[in-house]
Structure formats: C-alpha cells, structure tokens
C-alpha cells in the first residue's frame, strides 16, 4: 500500500482528497504546514508527498527542498491551481519529482502516486 502525505493548509482539502485516495487504496496522512509535515515524517515512513506550493511559514518549494535533502527516497509533488511550466520548476531547483496542477483528477493523480520512480531525486538545493 502507497503512503501518501497531503501537505495542504486547506483542511476540507486534505479530507476530500484523503477520502478518495483511500478509497483508491492508499494510506493518507495529511498536514497543515510544511513544519507539521516535516514532525510527521520524522516519525512515520512515508512513500509520496503531495505538497501545496502556496501554504503558510515554509513555502511548498521549501517544504520540498527540506523533505528531498532528509528523505532522498521519496517522491515529492507540488500541487497549486498556479501552473508551473517544467521549466519553472527546473528553476525552483526544489527537488520535486513533478507538478500536479489543481484541481485534481482523481485518477490522474493516482496513476502519478502508483508510479514508480526512475531514480530518487536529486536535491541541488
């Protein structure tokens, strides 16, 4: 089963996309902030991030840079209803294993976090 952390300051974000992962299969965990997704992590294995880029205190590129640089394993997606172009994000040099524009589609997103990766990424940041 894929673990999934949602990083979203929007709570009934984090619930209705929790509830359908769940029903997709995954196991969601889910936090407000960057500093409650890095606490939650350092105490729970976790396969994916989903990471809003627009959240309070630490930024979502942030988030990302400090996810990638504790945890080289793991997949990290920003999210945002701004769309990034790839080279946008080739310029944020977060990290992150892509961007997933909202709102989402259910399974488009699931089919992105079954993927497997290629290589761990790799943080330059």
Same mark, same amino acid.
Do not use: N, W
């Given at each position: 089963m894929v673990r999934v $952390?949602? @990083? =979203? =300051?929007?709570?009934n974000q984090r619930k209705v996309l929790g509830i359908g992962l769940k029903v997709e299969g995954f196991e969601v965990f889910g936090a407000a902030s960057g500093d409650d997704a890095l606490r939650l992590l %350092? &105490? &729970?294995?976790?396969d994916v991030a989903l990471v809003d880029l627009m959240i309070p205190g630490m930024n979502g590129l942030e988030v990302s840079r400090?996810? @990638?640089?504790?945890?080289p394993n793991?997949? @990290?997606y920003l999210a945002s209803?701004?769309? $990034?172009?790839?080279?946008?994000?080739?310029? %944020? =040099?977060? *990290?992150?294993? *892509?961007?997933?524009p909202k709102?989402? !589609?259910l399974a488009d997103l699931c089919n992105v976090?079954? %993927? !497997? +990766?290629? %290589? +761990?990424a790799q943080a330059t940041c």
């Open positions: $952390l949602i @990083v =979203d =300051d929007e709570e %350092a &105490t &729970t294995r976790i400090q996810i @990638v640089r504790r945890y793991m997949r @990290v209803a701004y769309h $990034l172009s790839a080279r946008q994000m080739e310029r %944020a =040099d977060c *990290g992150a294993s *892509g961007f997933i709102p989402y !589609k976090l079954h %993927a !497997k +990766p290629a %290589a +761990p």
